[in-house]
């Protein structure tokens, strides 16, 4: 059972240089992989802020370790992005824990 909850940003740079159809192959499997992830309970809930290449989302995971190695870093973007991560928990006055 997966028991800690983090809230990671993401920034995805892209090499200068990278062929763009490396890019875009990439960001396809991207996309399939995040699927995958939710579908197992990994990945929770993803945002981006408007107007920005970056992501901020609340995932799931064992501990931050697993949360970097065997989870985001089986993202295809993962080479390329840096992430900062916060463990959260639950806070008293969240509505959602009524």
């Given at each position: 059972?997966?028991?800690?909850e983090?809230?990671?940003?993401?920034?995805?740079?892209?090499?200068?240089?990278?062929?763009?159809?490396?890019?875009?192959?990439?960001?396809?499997?991207?996309?399939v992989?995040?699927?995958?992830?939710?579908?197992?309970?990994?990945?929770?809930?993803?945002?981006?802020?408007?107007?920005?290449?970056?992501s901020?989302?609340?995932?799931?995971?064992?501990?931050?370790?697993?949360?970097?190695?065997?989870?985001?870093?089986?993202?295809?973007?993962?080479?390329?992005?840096?992430?900062?991560?916060?463990?959260?928990?639950?806070?008293?006055?969240?509505?959602?824990?009524?």
């Open positions: 059972m997966i028991t800690k983090f809230l990671v940003e993401l920034t995805t740079t892209v090499p200068e240089g990278t062929d763009p159809a490396e890019v875009s192959r990439r960001r396809a499997d991207e996309s992989r995040a699927k995958e992830l939710a579908a197992a309970g990994h990945l929770v809930r993803l945002w981006r802020p408007v107007g920005e290449l970056r901020i989302g609340v995932w799931r995971a064992d501990s931050e370790a697993d949360l970097r190695a065997k989870v985001l870093g089986t993202l295809p973007l993962w080479p390329w992005m840096t992430a900062v991560v916060t463990a959260v928990q639950p806070h008293p006055n969240d509505p959602g824990q009524r």
